[in-house]
Every structure is written in C-alpha cells, then in structure tokens.
C-alpha cells in the first residue's frame, strides 16, 4: 500500500471513484498550503471568536457533581456555539478554506440536522450556494432543522434511498460531488469518508480540547483524569480527545449510540459491534453482514445514527487509547432528563450519551478525580422527540 | 494475453452490464446467454452492493432488488460456475471494495478463479488503493481493471501504464445512468491512454442508444452499457431477456460500424 495517503494504522485511505482523486487531491494541497498561511488563520481565529462565539465556556458543574457523589464534572459548552452545536468549528473552517480555492458552492449531508444548519449558515455568511441533503426519515425526526436551513437560504434535498437516514445522505452527498466538482466543495461533517477529510475536520475540532486542556489548567492547576463525548461519525470526540491524546494519564471515552442494545439489531454501536470494512471512502469498522452489506443501524439520536466511526477513532481503538462505551436510547433520554433539571441545562440527545456514561462513571471514581463532558450541542432540536418517546403527544 | 485483451481482437467491442439476481439469478443467466449469442464481447456481471454510491438510480434499484430477493457472494459464484458450463467469453466481476473485502480478497480472487471470472473492476478502489487488492488477483490471473474519468488529467499516463485487461473510460462526471448527450472529448482521453499502454480502453457510462455507442466505439476500442439493460429488466422482469438480446444485437452492430 504504497501509494495510500491519510492512513491511522490500517484505516483510513481513500477509497472513492476516480472521478474524485483529482479533487480531493486538489483539497489536499490547498489545506496543506492554508493551514500554515498567518492570513486564513487570522481570518478563521475572527469568525470563530466574534460570530461562533468562542472559547466556549469550561462550566463546573457542582449540582451534578454532588449528587453523582464522585468525580468532579466540568461541562464543555459547545451547545452554547453560535447554531447550537460543535458543528460550527468545522465548517466555518472548511467554508472559508473552499472560499480561498474559488469554489462558490456547498453541499453537505447532515444527520440530525445540524451539520446541515452550520453549512447553511457559513454559506449565508459567506454568500455561498448550499444544497443539503438529509435522509428522509431524519428530515421528519428533525423537521425544525428543515426549515432552519431553508430560511438560512439553502436548498434542502431528502434523501429517499437505502434506510433515508445519514449513510444515505452522505451517499448522495458524494453522488452529487461527483457531477459537479469544478464549483461545489463537498463539507463533510464529520471524521470520516475520504482523505484528506478525517485529518481537516479533525484539525478545526481539535479547537475543543486546544481550549478545554488551558481552561482546566487554570481552574484546576492538572489535567483531568478522563474526557468524555458521544461518537457517531466522531468529529466533537476527535476534537475533545485531540490534545490530550499524549498524556497518557487522560482516559478518552466515547459513547456509542447502542440504540435497543448492542445486543439487538437496532443499533449503531459501530465499534462494539462492526468489523473492518471500507466504505464511504475509509478503511474502518462499520455495521455490516458477513458479506460486507452494510447494516441498516438505528439510534433515536438522528446524529449518531451512522453505521461507521472515523479511521482514528478505529485507531485509538486498535491501539487501546481510546476506549469505546455502549449508551441505550433510555440511558441517554434518562441523561438528558437528568442534565435540563439537575444543571438547567438541555443537551442534544446525542451529547447525552456522554452525559449518560459520566452518570455512570462518576459515582465510581474519588472526589479528587476530574472528568470533562463534551456537551456538543443543544437539545432545544430533540424536545418534541423526547417528549412523544415519553408518551406525550407534541408536535413542533 | 488475457482473454480480456483477446475479445478486443475482433474489432470493436460491445460490453454490456447486468445485476446479478435482478430479478432472480435463473433471469440473469437466460440474458447472459442471450447476450452472448449476440455478439456481446465481454459481459459486466453486478454483484449488488447495499450502497453502491457510483451509481445512478437504476442500478441502485437492481442492487436492492437483488438483494432484497436473497443474493449473496456465494451464491453468485454457484451461478458463475454454472454458467461457465456453456459461456466461452469472458466474464468481469463490477462491485465495490467492501464485498470483496469482507470476502477476504484472497478467498475471493481464488473462487474467480476457480468459476472463471477474468477480471475484476470496483469503482471505489482508486490507483493509490489498488495494489492492496490488485496484487492478489495478480496471483490468481484475475485482470484488475482500472477507470479513468473526465477529470483524471494528469492521472491518466499513470493510471495507463499499469493498465490490465481493459481500460474502463468514464464517458461524463456524476453516476452511472442513461445520458441524453456526452460532452466529454474522449478522444484527447484514450490518445493519452494510447501513448501509455497497449491495452485497450472501452468507455461507459450514460450510453443507451446505438449512434452513442457507434460514437463511442468509434474513438475507443467498445462501448460499454449498464443503465439500458436494467431499465428492460425493470420494465419485462422475467421476460426480459428476449429483449436484451435484440438490444445487444443492434448495439454491437453499432459499434462494429
């Protein structure tokens, strides 16, 4: 495997048509040139800070902390970002990187939703064509984010093949990038699919633990002892872990969405229960039957709901860094809950899986132990979804 | 020489495509057959794939279809073998990397072997990732086929200079499927192509009718046709395969001209 570029270990790669290679080549190039230029850095610093609205907070979360009784629990605010997710820290940086490559158009694929309103916002802001596609089922779970993005001035596509969720969309995403590529950068969202994507979407969320390891510092004079975030594709994971991966002394925990249960078939639970593959560009473990079709996974949360991981999460995984943690859809609903009355504050669903885990984990360590709970977005999106798997009939 | 090579011989090629199980495996063996007997060169055999993101929306629908009705890798390398009894030309496996990985690359380039597939072509392996899967087939003497597309440009030497069995040239950016016009100078492409290999370079993609693939043919070495044939599956079902014949009969008279 000579010629392989972006690998972790075996994973990674680029496995996509030849229709692409130039492309991503070409994305590859001016990410390596645009990274080191002091201007596209000034100018990403500036968005990040005076419209996304960071550092996000660091929040002591001492009502929770107390009543789990253990370690103590901060909170990284990325639900207080500008569009209400970490979402933003990625596509503000790969936005102004297609702008400085003369590309005039976005497409993007979008889960839950949010990715999809990030893009459409920088596209607004930046006066940008956007073109989001979003699998059908989640375009009915998450119809809020629908017309967030038509109102932000974007063309929202629904996807209807396969399971109408984020393989799908992602699927399609990449259908249509091949047919126009001259234009269009494709803004992936999350750690995944071809290279040079893993290691760029990895590099803007990186921001997360660049900010979360200095505001610890000061408030705790030490590193914390474990940092925690939901993984579906793994984008807010691999920037929460990022700058703690060298400091062995730091456990790095992502939350699977395990749906029913890892032991069911409706799950996402990709690295407890996938195996190696190579799919949507990567070489990495993904839901699949014994002859490589890919799994039709399920989650309630419409952003974890992908039946693959990021080529370095399947890394960290392979080499023992990182561990890899099944949360249920009632554990995380549970979390959820638990979060809004405990703190006041209310966490995307898919955050809750990392919310849920700490619950866990908490109580078992001593109070002189410190974790950090990546809150990766706002749950205001997942209300009326909770309330109905609740039992109560609202509508949005 | 592979017989790949070979069936370009004769004069222009005709290669048409078809999903394995789509609707069942009896119905694909009938059309291969009809193809066969009409002067098809070198037949493209599908095996399904759950997201097979090169393709349009046709081929998406063979590939759920077939695998909705319970085809699996096995079961279409029974179907080769037994095919194999009566088809003399040679047959090529189009998938994607995941099937044949999942398989084990080694497990599945020797059962091509074993049944007699020629050559394998999987549009998500580019050159930079083949050598993972082309120096097993190599072993085998299974043909790893490689594509180039519109926008290949500098890769083109590269890629033709390794180039086995034939060279897939991509006709048009996007997906597979039925195009009313090819805007794409294919001939700056294959004179590229030329400088670099001997081998010869059949184009695909967005070809239905027979001026298109006379059009085709006529700068290339062959023509090469998916969409078209699933649309008749789609439209006749079990029936189809009378239809097909008639349709690979006026395309490779087509191309011969």
């Known amino acids: ?54 550092p996000s907070l660091l929040y002591y979360a001492e009502k929770m902390t107390k009543d789990l009784g253990g370690a103590k629990i901060y909170l990284k605010r990325e639900d207080l970002n500008h569009t209400g997710s970490h979402k933003i820290n990625n596509v503000l940086g790969q936005a102004l990187l297609a702008k400085k490559m003369g590309k005039t158009r976005l497409i993007a694929e979008t889960g839950a939703g949010q990715h999809g309103v990030a893009t459409a916002t920088a596209a607004a802001l930046l006066d940008m064509e956007c073109v989001v596609f979003m699998g059908e089922e989640d375009t009915k779970r998450q119809a809020l984010n629908v017309y967030r993005m038509k109102l932000l001035g974007s063309k929202v596509v629904p996807v209807t093949t396969g399971t109408a969720t984020l393989k799908d969309a992602v699927s399609e995403a990449m259908r249509e990038w091949t047919s126009r590529i001259d234009d269009t950068h494709y803004c992936l969202g999350s750690v995944m699919g071809p290279h040079p994507f893993p290691t760029i979407v990895r590099d803007f969320q990186a921001v997360i633990s660049r900010e979360s390891r200095e505001q610890i510092l000061k408030a705790e004079g030490r590193l914390p002892d474990a940092v925690i975030a939901c993984v579906g594709g793994g984008s807010n994971a691999i920037g929460s872990f990022y700058h703690y991966i060298n400091d062995k002394n730091v456990r790095l925990i992502g939350c699977e969405a395990a749906g029913r249960g890892i032991d069911t078939f409706e799950t996402a639970a990709t690295v407890n229960t996938g195996r190696l593959g190579i799919f949507h560009g990567m070489k990495s473990y993904f839901c ?68 849920a885990y700490a619950c866990k984990l908490a109580p078992t360590l001593d109070k002189d132990k410190i974790l950090i709970i990546t809150v990766s977005g706002r749950g205001d999106k997942d209300c ?5 798997y609740r039992g109560e009939n609202i509508y949005e | 020489m592979s017989n ?48 097979p993101t090169a393709e349009g929306p046709v081929i998406q629908g063979a590939n759920i279809r077939a ?56 549009p998500d392996v580019p050159f930079e990732e083949k050598a993972e899967f082309q120096s097993v087939s190599k072993q085998y003497g299974i043909d790893f086929i490689s594509l180039i597309a519109p926008t290949s440009n500098d890769r083109i030497a590269m890629i033709a200079k390794e180039a086995e069995g034939f060279i897939y040239v991509v006709s048009s950016l996007g997906v597979t499927g039925v195009r009313s016009e090819i805007t794409t100078n294919i001939g700056d492409i294959v004179k590229v192509i030329r400088e670099n290999t001997s081998a010869p370079c059949a184009v695909g993609f967005g070809i239905s009718k027979p001026e298109q693939a006379k059009a085709m043919a006529a700068v290339s070495d062959g023509a ?18 009378t239809y097909i014949g008639e349709y690979v009969h006026e395309m490779k008279k087509a191309v011969l001209f």
Request: proline share 5%.
């Open chain 1, 288 to 355: 699949q039957d014994e002859y490589g079709q890919i799994a039709p996974v399920y989650s309630i949360s419409a952003g974890l709901d992908y039946p693959g991981v990021g080529p370095e999460h399947a890394y960290l995984h392979d080499i023992g860094r990182a561990e890899y943690v099944p949360i249920t859809d009632d554990e995380a609903v549970n979390a959820f809950e638990y979060l809004s009355r405990t703190e006041g504050i209310i966490p995307a669903i898919e955050s809750a899986h990392a919310v």
């Open chain 2, 67 to 122: 695998l909705a009705g319970g085809i699996t890798t096995d079961k279409i390398f029974e179907f080769v073998c037994e095919l194999r009894k009566d088809v003399k030309i040679p047959l090529v496996f189009m998938t994607y990397a995941n099937v044949v990985f999942s398989y084990g690359i080694e497990r599945f380039m020797s059962r091509c072997r074993e049944t007699g597939i020629d050559g394998v072509i999987l």
């Open chain 1, 384 to 388: 009326a979804a909770i309330a109905r």
């Open chain 2, 4 to 51: 790949i090579k070979k069936a370009f011989e004769s004069g222009k090629a005709f290669i048409p495509f078809i999903t394995c199980g789509d609707p069942d495996l009896e119905t694909t063996a009938k059309a291969v057959r009809e193809m066969e007997k009409n002067g098809a060169d070198i037949v493209e055999l599908g095996i399904p794939f759950s997201d």
């Open chain 2, 224 to 241: 090469i046709v998916g969409s078209a044939i699933i649309r008749l599956l789609e439209q006749y079902g079990k029936d189809a395969p």
């Open chain 1, 1 to 54: 495997m000579t010629n392989s570029k972006g690998r972790f270990g075996v994973h990674g790669g680029q496995y996509i048509p030849e229709t692409l290679m130039n492309a991503v080549t070409e994305l590859e190039q001016a990410y390596e040139y645009y990274k080191n230029d002091p201007e596209f850095n000034k100018e990403l610093t500036d968005l990040l800070n005076n419209y996304a609205g960071r």
